[in-house]
């Protein structure tokens, strides 16, 4: 009776587990969709390099998706039970509510062991190989990875903001860069607009700034410097890649728990960076 029994919920909650993970993925695909179509459609991205780069979010999406769908899967069938009687039915036939269980425990074994592996194995995967065909693309495209309103620190001691980009990407407006490749002085740089120079064969970005402002502060604070100017040229250096060029330096997000925890092992300093591997360790 037990195993009629215990297949008959389980058959339940797989059929009701299947369409929330469907729905709850499909939910948290649409943000990651809209924003790479515009790859395709503005940057000229080949739909084949979308598709990978939406198979390298799902680890990311299933991490969450799983244990909704999970508990979604359990709850429904149960008040399913309920609401037609059956618990009431089976009780009557000398079965407890405790004996109900495996069932809800099995699957949810099922979705953790798979969501642990997720988090700590595949989401960092998916992070690192996705950051790789975005700096490749970098490469090709240089101008594909500069989106408006947010701040871009994939150059080595440069922070860019652009306030708008137009729809061949070459031309930004309202443009801000923090220079910290320097040890000895700090540069703010803020421009009206920008343009993109090279093409992604070269090894570095050029921005062709106009109409600015570019002010110099010692580390020390002791002196500052305000330059004036109508278009100065600005060269930020793109990642390397490949056997010859080095590999990218993975982020917190793209280690997985042996790496990060070494990373932490061999802290030098304790400070905010220190805290965000720690932290992103106690998530994983």
Same mark, same amino acid.
């Given at each position: 009776?037990?195993?009629?029994?215990?297949?008959?919920?389980?058959?339940?909650?797989?059929?009701?587990?299947? %369409?929330?993970?469907?729905?709850?993925?499909?939910?948290?695909?649409?943000?990651?969709?809209?924003?790479?179509?515009?790859?395709?459609?503005?940057?000229?991205?080949?739909?084949?390099?979308?598709?990978?780069?939406?198979?390298?979010?799902?680890?990311? %999406?299933?991490?969450?998706?799983?244990?909704?769908?999970?508990?979604?899967?359990? $709850?429904?069938?149960?008040?399913?039970?309920?609401?037609?009687?059956?618990?009431?039915? $089976? #009780?009557?036939?000398?079965?407890?509510?405790?004996?109900?269980?495996?069932?809800? $425990?099995?699957?949810?074994?099922?979705?953790?062991?798979?969501?642990?592996?997720?988090?700590?194995?595949?989401?960092?995967?998916?992070?690192?190989?996705?950051?790789?065909?975005?700096?490749?693309?970098?490469?090709? #495209?240089?101008?594909?990875?500069?989106?408006?309103?947010?701040?871009?620190?994939?150059?080595?001691?440069?922070?860019?903001?652009?306030?708008?980009?137009?729809?061949?990407?070459?031309?930004?407006?309202?443009?801000? %860069?923090?220079?910290?490749?320097?040890?000895?002085?700090?540069?703010? %740089?803020?421009?009206?607009?920008?343009?993109?120079?090279?093409?992604?064969?070269?090894?570095?970005?050029?921005?062709?700034?106009?109409?600015?402002?570019?002010?110099?502060?010692?580390?020390?604070?002791?002196?500052?410097?305000?330059?004036?100017?109508?278009?100065?040229?600005?060269?930020?250096?793109?990642?390397?890649?490949?056997?010859?060029?080095?590999?990218?330096?993975?982020?917190?997000?793209?280690?997985?728990?042996?790496?990060?925890?070494?990373?932490?092992?061999?802290?030098?300093?304790?400070?905010?960076?220190?805290?965000?591997?720690?932290?992103?360790?106690?998530?994983?």
């Amino acid at each position: 009776m037990f195993r009629i029994t215990y297949r008959y919920i389980l058959k339940e909650m797989l059929l009701i587990f299947a %369409i929330s993970l469907l729905t709850f993925t499909f939910v948290l695909l649409v943000a990651k969709i809209f924003t790479l179509t515009d790859l395709v459609v503005n940057k000229g991205v080949s739909p084949g390099i979308l598709v990978r780069l939406i198979g390298y979010k799902l680890p990311y %999406i299933l991490v969450y998706a799983f244990p909704m769908s999970t508990l979604m899967a359990v $709850l429904i069938t149960f008040l399913r039970l309920s609401g037609d009687s059956e618990i009431t039915a $089976l #009780k009557a036939c000398g079965v407890s509510l405790y004996q109900l269980l495996p069932p809800a $425990l099995v699957l949810s074994t099922i979705a953790s062991l798979f969501t642990g592996y997720m988090a700590v194995y595949a989401m960092p995967e998916g992070n690192r190989a996705f950051k790789e065909i975005v700096y490749r693309l970098g490469r090709q #495209k240089a101008y594909v990875g500069i989106r408006p309103r947010i701040f871009n620190d994939d150059f080595k001691g440069l922070v860019l903001y652009v306030n708008n980009v137009d729809t061949s990407g070459r031309e930004l407006g309202g443009v801000f %860069i923090s220079d910290e490749r320097d040890p000895r002085l700090s540069h703010a %740089i803020v421009a009206r607009k920008a343009i993109v120079l090279g093409d992604g064969r070269q090894k570095a970005l050029g921005l062709r700034l106009i109409d600015g402002e570019i002010h110099y502060d010692s580390k020390d604070l002791k002196s500052s410097d305000t330059v004036r100017f109508k278009t100065y040229e600005l060269t930020l250096n793109l990642p390397q890649l490949g056997k010859h060029g080095g590999a990218i330096e993975p982020g917190n997000s793209e280690m997985g728990l042996k790496q990060l925890w070494q990373k932490i092992r061999t802290a030098e300093v304790k400070d905010a960076k220190y805290n965000v591997m720690v932290m992103e360790l106690q998530e994983k």
